[in-house]
């Protein structure tokens, strides 16, 4: 059995994580309800990915894609701003993404 990226559902915005692993850049594989903009910021937020590389959602319903790498990067700088405290990939993500250095509360 394969598994499809395209979701089973319609109208839906999917994200997905080009992620360095140590053997390589992966498309990170995420369950279809968790491939959305939230988890994946949570999950940068938590170390759950080893050094995230680009961040790409699509709606096949709508027939688009787009780069979310920036958009993202900056999310997580407004997150760190407001106190959240953000993992070391997550802050490594934002500093080379944004070149902008995220607020660390310790």
């Known amino acids: 059995m394969s598994v499809s990226l395209v979701p089973r559902t319609d109208d839906v915005d999917v994200h997905v994580v080009l992620d360095q692993l140590p053997s390589g850049r992966v498309w990170?594989?995420?369950?279809?309800?968790?491939?959305n903009e939230p988890t994946v910021v949570e999950w940068i937020i938590e170390g759950q990915f080893n050094q995230p590389v680009r961040i790409v959602a699509f709606n096949s319903a709508e027939g688009?894609?787009?780069?979310?790498?920036?958009?993202?990067?900056?999310?997580?700088?407004?997150?760190?701003?407001?106190?959240?405290?953000?993992?070391a990939a997550a802050r490594e993500f934002v500093e080379r993404i944004t070149g902008q250095v995220p607020t660390v509360i310790v």
Do not use: N
């Open 28 to 35: 990170r594989e995420l369950d279809e309800e968790l491939a």
């Open 64 to 87: 688009w894609s787009r780069d979310k790498t920036e958009d993202i990067a900056l999310k997580l700088l407004d997150l760190s701003r407001q106190g959240r405290v953000l993992g």
